[in-house]
T-cell receptor, first 114, second 118 residues
Framework: GDSVTQMEGPVTLSEEAFLTINCTYTATGYPSLFWYVQYPGEGLQLLLKATKADDKGSNKGFEATYRKETTSFHLEKGSVQVSDSAVYFCALSGIYNQGGKLIFGQGTELSVKP | GAVVSQHPSRVICKSGTSVKIECRSLDFQATTMFWYRQFPKQSLMLMATSNEGSKATYEQGVEKDKFLINHASLTLSTLTVTSAHPEDSSFYIC??????????????FGDGTRLSIL
């Protein structure tokens, strides 16, 4: 079945460091891919998405490119801030799913120190 | 746009009580809503898919009689935890998808409900 694997956390970085959170997936066909962010005690917010191969999603300085050849959707940011500290979830919505059901990775906690 | 409101944000109640959580899509019509449960430091576990005007589809291992889901309108779904016990304590999150647009629309999440059963 469809699945998503993220790099394990927690990831601790200094402010202005470069961020990469790896995400790979297994799915039939061409799923849609998403990154969600969860701040402490809150629900999830959509950060960015890509719906087809080679699409690049971007938002708030974060980017991720849909790589069909490596089945990856790695999240990157050139310069992180303390306010980026949160848990990041990679997710996919497969083409054969029921009504847009999401498959989540396990989440990666990011902690940015001043 | 695409705001999902979840209420209440926090509930503390005695064992044996039934608790209702509401999930509303404020600016779009949600033909499908989803209910998740999240344990500390873990990912979201899908409990059920709620379809407007029909019965919810529960994931394997989720008790239908324990977690009652109603999706009576295009903007409201409710989850009722019946006769709650301490093991039901968790963070419950709903999400909704704009059913009037193409199938690649993302899910939009509520802020979650922290349920604590004493």
């Amino acid at each position: 079945g469809d699945s998503v694997t993220q790099m394990e956390g927690p990831v601790t970085l200094s402010e202005e460091a470069f961020l990469t959170i790896n995400c790979t997936y297994t799915a039939t066909g061409y799923p849609s891919l998403f990154w969600y962010v969860q701040y402490p005690g809150e629900g999830l917010q959509l950060l960015l998405k890509a719906t087809k191969a080679d699409d690049k999603g971007s938002n708030k300085g974060f980017e991720a490119t849909y790589r069909k050849e490596t089945t990856s959707f790695h999240l990157e940011k050139g310069s992180v801030q303390v306010s980026d500290s949160a848990v990041y979830f990679c997710a996919l919505s497969g083409i054969y799913n029921q009504g847009g059901k999401l498959i989540f990775g396990q989440g990666t906690e990011l902690s940015v120190k001043p | 746009g695409a705001v999902v409101s979840q209420h209440p944000s926090r509930v503390i109640c005695k064992s044996g009580t039934s608790v209702k959580i509401e999930c509303r899509s404020l600016d779009f019509q949600a033909t499908t809503m989803f209910w998740y449960r999240q344990f500390p430091k873990q990912s979201l576990m899908l409990m059920a898919t709620s379809n407007e005007g029909s019965k919810a589809t529960y994931e394997q291992g989720v008790e239908k009689d324990k977690f009652l889901i109603n999706h009576a309108s295009l903007t409201l779904s409710t989850l009722t935890v019946t006769s709650a016990h301490p093991e039901d304590s968790s963070f419950y999150i709903c999400s909704a998808r704009d059913g009037t647009r193409d199938s690649n629309q993302p899910q939009h999440f509520g802020d979650g409900t922290r349920l604590s059963i004493l």
